[in-house]
Antibody, heavy 120, light 110 residues
């Protein structure tokens, strides 16, 4: 059974750094067909793809957020970590991690999401 | 990169068919057959409905179908049911090795 679960802080202040962890089960981060992705959704707004990481550690980032994002993984812990620096209230969103199949580039399993609020 | 363009809302009566469009460019929708569609109900994570333009995952009703022409992909839902109401998002792989989502379409079943 494939599951993904996001964890991290729920409230941060502007300029702080967000660190989110996605813990996966039911598949291995060393599987070359599996990619873990971070996606966010501000309240009432659309989905926004942020970044993904492949089993060989290749990474890809949103063009608009690239300077603020870092994605990494710990295969032994089955965890993928996303950091986002210099937070702003517009970064308030539900953050999802999802599994992407590298063959079909589809997001087939999603975490439940975690709401992160940025406010002074 | 701008989001893919979707209509903000569509509506239809039970039993009818509706189509949601998703317009991009030759660098995303038009350049690759990696277009997917997701359904999202309030407070829930999105659910994959269509992948690679027109393929349905196991368990998704055959009332859902996808197609693409040029830079525009489309999702058609036939035989509308109340449970189809929700938000729908398209996504596409891009020439920059990134992923773009559409702005989302709210489907109302009248």
């Amino acid at each position: 059974q494939v599951t993904l679960k996001e964890s991290g802080p729920v409230l941060l202040k502007p300029t702080e750094t967000l660190t989110l962890t996605c813990t996966v089960s039911g598949f291995s981060l060393s599987n070359p067909r599996m990619v873990v992705t971070w996606i966010r959704q501000p309240p009432g707004k659309a989905l926004e793809w942020l970044a993904h990481i492949f089993s060989n550690d290749d990474k890809s980032y949103s063009t608009s957020l690239k300077s603020r994002l870092t994605i990494s993984k710990d295969t032994s812990k089955s965890q993928v970590v996303l950091t986002m620096t210099n937070l702003d209230p517009v970064d308030t969103a539900t953050y999802y991690c999802a599994r992407m199949s590298s063959g079909s580039l589809l997001f087939d399993y999603w975490g439940q999401g975690t709401l992160v609020t940025v406010s002074s | 990169q701008s989001a893919l363009t979707q209509p903000a809302s569509v509506s239809g009566s039970p039993g009818q068919s509706i189509t949601i469009s998703c317009t991009g460019t030759s660098s995303d929708v038009g350049g690759y057959d990696y277009v997917s569609w997701y359904q999202q109900h309030p407070g829930k994570a999105p659910k994959l409905m269509i992948y690679e333009v027109s393929n349905r995952p196991s368990g998704v009703s055959n009332r859902f179908s996808g197609s693409k022409s040029g830079n525009t992909a489309s999702l058609t839902i036939s035989g509308l049911q109340a449970e189809d109401e929700g938000d729908y998002y398209c996504s596409s792989y891009t020439s920059s090795s990134t992923v773009l989502f559409g702005g989302g379409t709210k489907l109302t079943v009248l």
